[in-house]
DNA sequence: TATTTTGTAACACTCATTGTTACAACGAGA
DNA sequence: TCTCGTTGTAACAATGAGTGTTACAAAATA
């Protein structure tokens, strides 16, 4: 079990997309070079990062734009948007037997449990901003022309 | 995406083992009826924590029996005994072009956060112990009793 | 030896993920 | 207005993991 790539996709996207606003036109296909998928992937993933208010699209002229700043997108932003987890993390096997005293009781003793193991690692994804991820980017970029 | 259900019934099996040792004999049939699934996904379960030495089984008298101390057993055992992740929480995208200036430094900038987030949640694991939920479960049913 | 249970192979079904082709809808410039 | 590049999206295929089932040999005990 993995958490989708559409999350890692989406990061470098934006990252791609801040990047090179200036130089080019940031269109799915530019995109999909950098990724290396194809183009249809990126503008599905796009366009669930357009619903969650993230990025714009511009068709016919065409490119992809942030929606905010930066600094205001989390790694939790984008791991709701892209729709990696429904809801909850951990796959409850479907039918205890409730007339076994552990069967009709294992929910109330995992539940609470489960949702706290998801919340640390949904809070650590709030941490985290894309701003972050841009600068470090740059930084390493502008090692690169030394 | 979801944590497959291989962990939750993993849990409810070591709680059933522990809760009825005394009183049945506690083999996969009489587990796979609390859990209610095929016999055959406990036995297979059964033998991802035995390789764990989470558990032992008994051929042709029958039982499973825990191999240690529950409250030597974390959350975090059993998640890695029946291999719910195998090595990275997130799927990476397999080729970014390391022609584009992003492309290439997408690894270094992100590798790292990702562990992060991962490490939160394993770590959340580790802090729960096998036996709070055979003792929560316990006064539970107790409650039932009254 | 007979009986019970485990261990495991061999399938099959379902579903999410990922990838592909195709094309209508749209927007901007010629 | 027409053309062209681009987005939005449907439709489909391939793959792999998860889950479930039947079947049966291997082992342990009475």
Redesign the pocket.
């Known amino acids: 079990?993995q958490i989708?790539?559409?999350f890692t996709i989406a990061i470098h996207i934006i990252t791609c997309i801040e990047t090179f606003k200036d130089e080019y036109?940031t269109?799915?296909?530019f995109l999909a070079a950098s990724v290396n998928?194809?183009?249809?992937?990126i503008?599905?993933i796009?366009?669930q990062l357009?619903k969650a208010g993230i990025v714009e699209?511009?068709?016919?002229?065409?490119?992809?734009y942030a929606a905010k700043p930066l600094d205001e997108i989390t790694f939790y932003d984008i791991y709701k948007a892209v729709d990696?987890v429904e809801n909850d993390l951990f796959?409850f096997h479907?039918n205890p037997n409730t007339n076994c005293p552990v069967g009709r009781n294992i929910h109330f003793v995992l539940d609470n449990r489960l949702h706290d193991v998801q919340n640390a690692m949904e809070n650590k994804l709030k941490e985290m901003k894309l701003s972050d991820v841009v600068n470090d980017t740059l930084k390493l970029i502008g090692k690169e022309a030394q």
């Open positions: 079990m989708s790539s559409r036109k269109t799915s296909d998928v194809n183009p249809v992937i503008r599905r796009l366009q357009k699209t511009k068709r016919g002229s065409g490119g992809a990696c796959h479907e």
